[in-house]
């Protein structure tokens, strides 16, 4: 081993040297996957603690008829998989440098963000008019308040936040701020909400599909 | 190396067709969830089918979108062995216990 190779522009002697980027790729990339990976655990802690809680209740609320609510999730699902999209284009975009076009996409991401926001907050509304809340249902299984809204709710965190990533992204990538690099960076975060999204469609709503409506 | 040096090579992967279709096929999933869930199938079955699904999804999702695939082998081995056995520990931790709770109420 020795040659000399370059790893990310650093001269590294031997793979063992140090100061090498052992998955060719920059830091915040990798801190992101990094986060990426324990969101996902604690998405699966929290979608696992629901299938326990479901096991363990005769009565379970099946409160989605499949119109309104289902629809509603459905177009939910596929607005944000738009919006993955919109993103991956973006991040294109920018890895050709075309600053005014990745700022476009990124905004159209985020406005797909809040589109989600505001048809699940609809959704949510109708939900409480129901008497489903976070600590009770009218089937008098409080659980189900407290998993749906506990993890639907931590989900819709991740978007809000994310919209606000996109928007701080686009303004700072515009203005030069932010390298392809960092769009990348925010890409990556932007598909997972969208990647947990496609755990929690499947497992809260369609899994309690109305058997009546 | 320029600082656009390290992106030079993410313009020859992923080309905007490639990313429709992927996107296309994701929707595609969505609707074949969709559909189980209005045929009412019987839970275990279902939720076993939109497990499979999902993870297709996922995998969509994390190859293509989030360009996993075109990224060095090891990155891959680093992250998904860990996530899946970290999910693995949580299920061995809930879900004997979840069984034992199903079969009390089925057989009173």
Redesign the interface.
């Known amino acids: 081993m020795a040659e000399t190779k370059t790893v ?2 650093v001269p590294v002697s031997s793979p063992w040297g140090g100061g090498g980027s ?5 830091s915040k990339k ?1 801190g992101m ?2 986060f ?2 324990s969101d ?2 604690t998405f ?2 929290l979608l ?2 629901y ?2 809680s479901r ?2 209740n ?1 009565n379970w609320p099946r409160p989605f008829e ?1 119109y309104p609510a ?1 629809a509603k999730s ?1 177009s939910m ?2 607005i944000l ?2 919006s ?2 919109t ?3 973006g991040v ?1 975009a920018a ?3 075309d600053r005014a076009k990745t700022v476009r996409w990124l905004l159209l991401t985020a406005l797909g963000g809040v589109a989600f926001t505001v048809l699940h907050l609809t959704e949510w509304f109708k939900l409480f008019g129901e008497g489903y809340t976070p600590w009770s249902t009218p089937q008098g299984v409080p659980l189900f308040g407290a998993t749906f809204f506990g993890i639907t709710g931590l989900h819709m965190t991740h978007v809000s936040i994310g919209v606000i990533y996109l928007i701080i992204m686009s303004i700072g990538y515009g203005k030069g701020k932010f ?3 960092d769009v ?1 960076v925010s ?2 975060y932007w ?2 909400v ?2 947990v999204w ?2 929690v ?3 809260i ?3 309690s ?1 109305s ?1 009546t409506g | ?1 320029s ?5 030079s090579e ?2 020859a992967v ?1 080309s ?1 067709r490639l ?2 279709m992927v ?1 296309v096929w ?2 595609v999933i ?2 074949i ?2 559909f ?3 045929e ?1 199938l019987r ?1 275990d079955l ?2 076993t089918l ?2 499979i ?2 993870l297709v ?2 995998a969509l ?2 190859s ?4 996993l695939k075109y ?2 082998i ?2 891959a081995l ?2 998904i062995p ?2 899946i056995f ?2 693995c520990m ?2 061995i931790f ?2 004997p ?3 034992r ?2 079969q009390m ?1 089925l057989t009173p």
């Open positions: 990310v522009g052992p998955f060719a790729i920059n990798f996957w990094l990426i990976v996902t655990l699966s802690a696992l603690a299938s326990y096991l363990a005769p499949i289902i459905t699902t596929l998989l738009a993955s999209l993103m991956v284009l294109s890895h050709r440098n390298t392809s690099d990348e890409g990556l598909h997972f969208d990647l496609m755990f469609f499947p497992m709503y369609l899994m599909v058997l | 190396m600082a656009h040096g390290s992106s993410v313009h992923g905007t990313f429709v996107w994701l929707a969505t609707f969830e969709l189980l869930a209005y009412r839970p279902m939720l939109l497990v699904l999902s999804k996922s999702i994390v293509y979108f989030m360009h990224e060095k090891g990155l680093l992250l860990a996530a970290c999910i949580i299920i809930f879900m216990d979840g069984a709770l199903l109420r």
